[in-house]
């Protein structure tokens, strides 16, 4: 009987010298190549340097005849955006044809709020004019050209206050106010349904929660995030941080996580459940961060900043994947996602409401399917090869202007002075002596109940 028995001589794997090359075995399956991996690796760097190329976010820019105020997307139809303005002007935008279907006519103050009702029919607005009205909302006629038109408000409610942010309940005919407190009014009646005041002489924003549609946040003048929940007839929770916070979003998918903006340049997640400690902390920002907005997804959201930028942040990420920018846009004080998740709207101190694409380098327009296959390969190879040296600076470098790189550096340096000087005060102090509070919860200052 013939046996066969593996027999390999180590004479023949072990080099003399180091410069000798070293024996690999080639595998002859047909299907597998020696190179392969190097391939992919180049195909990828080719990728991820044509994704940089092909990178033009900015579509189309909006006009209106005063600052941007406020931003509101339509829950029932793609195509519909309303933008608030310093001049009391509402212009309800055909965004694919970038025309103004209607001119909301009734504010006498700057525009501080709208929000959509659910049944994406209604609108409602509050104003620095102590009023809030609602308004009926049209569909974009099939046929093409300016259908520019002038259209009173539905109803008026008067306030005793200015008013200066609103948000509709996601379910029933309900809005809430910020003002001089929180204010619960209802679409049938002239005078608030509830008020609810905790301490804060201000009232900045509000916020209904899309999962759990009867609780919501408030910030305040305080410097404090407050939850809320309808069924009950006091506050919830509050949370008191070291800055204040500008505006608070919740994850539409997470019904017990929201994440503010601060005036500390960062941003926050929390745990509604476990507020004594952020779950994530978003940097990138080198000044106060106006607004925020969360991808119908909720795996991604938008903000925009004082600093003139506007930046796309993974719900889980502390640092941002994208940041837009131009040369004429100024402060930018409200941003949202489009309801596809595909398309990023911003509303600045210059008068225009941008359209951005949430994905900067993705193709518009109709695709073949072998273009969507070999963008989809592309997108693969990158993340295949995201931790490789070159691939990792190539995809993670963005171009920023000069006066936001100028003073993320000195945040830098400023950051690393305060690490430096914390090592050596607990190197020169006595063992457990010096606390030192993590960042997730060092902006935090007290939780009340």
């Known amino acids: 009987m013939k046996v066969k028995v593996l027999n390999r001589n180590e004479e023949e794997f ?51 005849s005063d600052g941007i105020t406020c931003l509101a997307r339509n829950p029932r139809i793609l195509n519909s955006l309303l933008a608030g303005s310093a001049d009391g002007d509402i212009r309800i935008w055909d965004i694919p044809v970038q025309r103004t279907l209607r001119r ?13 009702a659910p049944d994406g029919e209604t609108c409602v607005s509050c104003s620095t004019d102590c009023s809030v009205r609602l308004w009926k909302v049209p569909f974009a006629p099939l046929e093409p050209g300016p259908v520019e038109a002038d259209e009173a408000a539905v109803f008026e409610f008067q306030g005793r206050n200015a008013f200066r942010a ?103 997640t929390y745990d509604m459940r476990k507020l004594q400690s952020a779950a994530c902390v978003h940097k990138d920002f080198v000044s106060a961060v106006m607004d925020l907005d969360y ?29 837009y920018h131009t040369k004429r846009m100024q402060r930018v004080f409200c941003v949202r996602f489009s309801g596809d998740g595909s398309y990023v709207f911003s509303g600045s101190d210059d008068m225009n409401v941008r359209v951005w694409k ?35 600076r190539i995809v993670r470098h963005r171009h920023v202007p000069v006066a936001i790189h100028k003073a993320s550096k000195m945040r830098r340096i400023v950051q690393d002075s305060d690490k430096r000087k914390l090592q050596r005060r607990i190197q020169h102090s006595a063992p457990g002596s010096i606390a030192v509070k993590p960042e997730r919860k060092k902006k935090i200052v007290a939780e009340l109940e």
């Open 14 to 64: 072990t080099r003399e010298r180091a410069q000798d090359l070293k024996k690999v075995h080639r595998n002859y399956e047909p299907t597998l190549h020696q190179f392969q991996r190097a391939h992919e690796y180049t195909r990828a760097l080719n990728a991820a340097k044509l994704q940089k190329v092909f990178a033009k976010p900015f579509i189309a820019a909006l006009t209106h």
């Open 104 to 116: 909301l006519k009734g504010h006498t103050g700057a525009v501080k709020g709208i929000s959509f």
């Open 166 to 268: 609103i948000d509709h309940h996601w379910r029933q005919s309900l809005f809430a106010t910020a003002g001089a407190a929180v204010e619960v009014w209802s679409h049938e009646r002239s005078e608030p349904v509830n008020t609810f005041s905790w301490g804060a002489d201000s009232v900045l924003s509000v916020k209904f929660n899309p999962a759990e549609s009867d609780v919501f946040a408030s910030t305040g003048g305080d410097r404090s995030i407050a939850l809320y929940d309808l069924r009950s007839a006091r506050p919830i929770r509050k949370l008191v941080m070291q800055t204040r916070t500008n505006a608070v979003a919740w994850n539409p998918m997470e019904a017990f996580n929201f994440t503010a903006a601060s005036e500390d340049c960062n941003l926050y």
């Open 295 to 323: 991808s119908p997804i909720g795996r991604e959201f938008v903000a925009g900043g004082y600093d003139r930028s506007v930046r796309i942040f993974n719900f889980n990420a502390g640092h941002s994947r994208e940041v």
């Open 358 to 392: 949430a994905d900067a380098s993705e193709q518009l327009g109709v695709t073949l399917p072998r273009e969507k296959h070999k963008a989809a390969y592309n997108k693969a190879l990158i993340n295949r090869y995201k931790h490789m040296p070159e691939v990792k």
